[in-house]
């Protein structure tokens, strides 16, 4: 099956500076990898997601990025703000007749420090 | 108000003692599953339902059981609770994801499970 591998496990930068999550996957049929934000004690949103047939996608301060040949992807986020502490995840999977299943990283704790 | 809602949102429980977890959904998703969460470990899937009365299990399906009996309701059974299922537990759910667009998955508030 598919196996995620997320780097680093925790994370602190300034509040301004950029932080970069990377995450690479084993199984070369996945084909659609989200991230997840998880803030202390909610549960895990959405909040930015990319397609094998695109190279990056962006959305205001996040962007994610991948290479399907290095079977890598990763989520950039600029200007950090404080509210952007919290645990993130990437996930990968192979969409298509009928498969939904996500195999999640195991996590990046994200500190902004004001 | 789209939601997958989650109850008990805290469990604390002794070893043997059957429960049951339950999911519901008010958005007519098709696809719904049940993760764990601990400590480093990540989110990691117990059992998944693709449609009513259709269940398969996930990476962790050891100790669990699901049905899946009603479109929006995907309960979640421990029949003997065992220390090591001490855990947070979130329900998903998803619509069916078509070629044009991705669909993202709806998390329930979580279960804090304690099993002493």
């Not at chain 2, 090591?84 to 499970?113: I, K, M």
Request: with cysteine.
């Amino acid at each position: 099956g598919e196996n995620v591998e997320q780097h680093p496990s925790t994370l602190s930068v300034q509040e301004g500076d950029s932080a970069v999550i990377k995450c690479t996957y084993s199984d070369s049929a996945s084909n659609y990898f989200p991230w997840y934000k998880q803030e202390l004690g909610k549960r895990p949103q959405l909040i930015i997601d990319i397609r094998s047939n695109v190279g990056e996608k962006k959305d205001q301060r996040i962007a994610v990025t991948l290479n399907k040949t290095a079977k890598h992807f990763s989520l950039h986020i600029t200007e950090t703000q404080p509210e952007d502490s919290a645990v993130y995840f990437c996930a990968a999977s192979r969409r298509g007749a009928g498969s939904y299943q996500l195999t999640f990283g195991k996590g990046t704790k994200l500190s902004v420090i004001p | 108000e789209a939601q997958v809602t989650q109850n008990p949102r805290y469990l604390i429980t002794v070893t043997g003692k059957k429960l049951t977890v339950t999911c519901s959904q008010n958005m007519n998703h098709e696809y719904m599953s049940w993760y764990r969460q601990d400590p480093g470990l990540g989110l990691r899937q117990i059992y998944y339902s693709m449609n009513v009365e259709v269940t398969d299990k996930g990476d962790v399906p050891e100790g669990y059981k699901v049905s899946r009996k009603e479109k929006r309701n995907f309960p979640l059974i421990l029949e003997s609770p065992s220390p090591n299922q001490t855990s947070l537990y979130f329900c998903a759910s998803q619509t069916y994801f078509d070629r044009v667009s991705a669909h993202e998955q709806y998390f329930g508030p979580g279960t804090r499970l304690t099993v002493t």
